[in-house]
């Protein structure tokens, strides 16, 4: 190890970072008056979402649009039009974006002032209704790209046109067409578009785990992570490597953004690794690839994990779903364990010296900080509805960040607690409502439908084919687009196709979330890996390749839980399940030494392409293909073994 200073990064270093790759975080810088009032509407954000969580919410259009109007009208006065575009002075915001963010205000309170009257004119829109619709569609697209970004966007743009267009569409895409009446009463007239199912999601269960995550912060938990995973990990082979891993699975629980992860975590893991002798481009991939798993890992998942529930249906819970994504996520976490263990004894690095680890003692002392995380997990358990588990969560995370010395909460950090947290929802409310836009034109079209069946015959019916072209759509989507609209866009174009081949609806469904997730390290647009090469100073579209290569789990979990539903624990024996999970991590280990070139010594290019065969036929889950992988992983094994006594 050398002796060269581990430099963690500053907040305002962070923060450039932030805002290069993550739209989210390209914000207005304010003071004065316009601080004040976006501080006082984020408060207000979280405490009329606080208030319909304890009393319950109102009708859905209500909820949705009220949820919609404050999100709207806090982009236009925090987002510029243009990234970058800031301006000093007494006008820090724009005259149009203050002129944005009143009409946003009145099309969110449109539904709540004339429910009465739209509900008695039964599907007839009145001129007002309709040149309402119309604002209310063009200000959702502007806030979405600036909140969202542009691909989105023009997904969005794209799917209205063929809505209205449809007559002119070629071969099996062609509809009748929909009226721009029409088209408008759909987005914002009924609950099929913007105020659809995304939207009702995000205005309830959404919101109350960014402000659970928001409040964890405020406890200290977020340091705890990284202390707690340096002190489990750190003298480990490769030990800031495992430490970054351990870390971001952590911090994965209060974090919805893949970039947000690699840059908090990153700051601190990534100086570490690369002062151990990781070189920028992989100490960059490690924390790119364990950032962007930390919205598989339950119990808190990314934000679709939560649509999800919505989309399935049948009385599928949310624990449901976090209990079935439990050992695929276990399995993505071990395979990039295991691609840094192999790297590390490559190069002969060690772990930490004792000088540089925490004390145990006083980090186990604080375990007590993880009580709110644990928390989450007894009431989904118990049987909890999902926002009751969220309401009491974030008051037993109060309760430990008073406990807590370190943290010193007072009732200033709830009251800025409140404000990042509707502040971190401000970019899902965006896509959500700009997914509702896709939903509402796939559903009057049929769309979904079309293109499921348009997939399986260019796939000629058989699954892996079907699979791969899936997984393709779920990639491209998912490249600058957010996990949030993706998973919507897939689950109802790419999903309906792999339900008809007879796959479970939660695997099919889970298979385009990983897909959709894993875009964030997929070269060319790999934000979470541009966003650690930013970090460790390397260069992004090699720290992209890396990532997806020490991610290639990912790429295979996913055909592993289609093929063997069991690994999901859905209609499964404790011995069904037990030989899965071993052929997984057995075929886990293999791949990990063919990629990495390394084992107990280094692999002869026969011996890698023997392992990584041996590790994707452990995958399949069939008798024969258990045999031959199992055979192989014996015999390289038994080969290392030798080699190592003589």
Do not use: C
Not at 17 to 24: A, C, G, H, N, W
Not at 226 to 235: F, P, S, T
Request: without cysteine.
């Amino acid at each position: 190890m050398t002796n060269e200073k581990v430099d963690v990064l500053s907040a305002e270093e962070q923060q450039k970072i932030l805002e290069k790759y993550d739209p989210e975080s390209n914000t207005r810088k304010l003071t004065g008056v316009f601080q004040k009032v976006v501080f006082v509407g984020l408060l207000a954000f979280s405490l009329f979402q606080l208030y319909t969580a304890i009393f319950g919410v109102f009708t859905a259009q209500i909820q949705r649009s009220v949820h919609l109007g404050f999100a709207l009208a806090l982009i236009f006065l925090l987002f510029p039009a243009r990234r970058g575009k800031r301006k000093s002075g007494k006008l820090q915001v724009a005259w149009y974006d203050i002129v944005l963010a009143l009409l946003s205000i009145y099309v969110g309170l449109y539904w709540p002032l004339h429910i009465d009257k739209i509900v008695m004119r039964v599907g007839m829109l009145s001129d007002q209704d309709f040149y309402t619709g119309v604002l209310a569609v063009l200000l959702v697209l502007e806030a979405t790209r600036r909140a969202v970004g542009l691909p989105i966007t023009i997904i969005a743009i794209l799917f209205l046109s063929y809505g209205y267009f449809g007559e002119m569409m070629p071969g099996f895409l062609r509809h009748s067409g929909l009226s721009l009446q029409r088209l408008v009463q759909t987005m914002f007239f009924t609950t099929e578009g913007i105020l659809g199912t995304p939207l009702g999601v995000s205005s309830t269960f959404i919101f109350l785990f960014l402000l659970f995550g928001s409040f964890l912060v405020k406890t200290g938990v977020g340091q705890y992570f990284n202390d707690l995973a340096v002190a489990i990990a750190g003298r480990s082979t490769g030990g800031p490597a495992k430490v970054a891993i351990f870390s971001s699975a952590l911090q994965g629980t209060i974090s919805g953004s893949s970039v947000a992860n690699v840059v908090t975590s990153g700051s601190f893991t990534i100086p570490m690794m690369k002062k151990l002798g990781y070189k920028k481009e992989f100490a960059g991939a490690v924390e790119a690839a364990a950032s962007t798993g930390g919205q598989l890992m339950p119990p808190i998942m990314g934000a679709a994990a939560f649509l999800m529930v919505e989309f399935i249906g049948g009385g599928l819970t949310y624990w449901d779903i976090a209990k079935a994504a439990a050992i695929p996520a276990v399995l993505y976490f071990a395979g990039i364990w295991i691609m840094t263990h192999f790297e590390a004894k490559r190069i002969g690095l060690s772990g930490l010296s004792k000088e540089e680890m925490p004390n145990r003692k006083e980090v186990f002392k604080k375990i007590y900080l993880l009580i709110p995380i644990i928390a989450v997990i007894v009431l989904l358990t118990a049987g909890v509805t999902v926002t009751h588990a969220a309401l009491y969560s974030i008051a037993i995370a109060i309760v430990v960040g008073f406990i807590n010395r370190d943290s010193n909460m007072k009732l200033v950090d709830i009251v800025y607690a409140l404000v990042d947290g509707a502040r971190t929802a401000l970019g899902v409310a965006a896509a959500t409502a700009a997914a509702g836009i896709i939903v509402g034109i796939v559903t009057k079209t049929g769309l979904g439908l079309k293109l499921a069946n348009g997939l399986l015959d260019i796939a000629g019916g058989h699954l892996l084919p079907t699979l791969f072209l899936t997984m393709i759509a779920a990639i491209v989507l998912g490249m600058g687009s957010p996990t949030t609209a993706n998973y919507v866009i897939t689950s109802t174009i790419a999903a309906p196709a792999i339900i008809l081949l007879g796959v479970p609806d939660l695997s099919a469904h889970l298979f385009v979330f990983y897909f959709g997730i894993i875009a964030d390290i997929t070269p060319p647009v790999a934000l979470a890996a541009f966003a650690a090469a930013g970090v460790s100073g390397g260069e992004p579209i090699r720290t992209g390749v890396q990532s997806a290569k020490l991610a290639i789990a990912a790429f295979i979990i996913p055909y592993m839980f289609v093929l063997s539903p069991q690994l999901l624990m859905i209609d499964t024996t404790i011995t069904e399940l037990l030989w899965v999970i071993f052929t997984a991590v057995t075929g886990m280990i293999a791949i990990g030494a063919g990629m990495v070139g390394y084992w107990m010594r280094s692999l002869h290019w026969i011996e890698r392409v023997v392992a990584v065969g041996a590790g994707v036929m452990l995958i399949n889950p069939t008798v024969w293909s258990d045999v031959i992988g199992l055979g192989s992983f014996v015999i390289l094994l038994v080969l290392q073994f030798v080699w190592k006594r003589k």
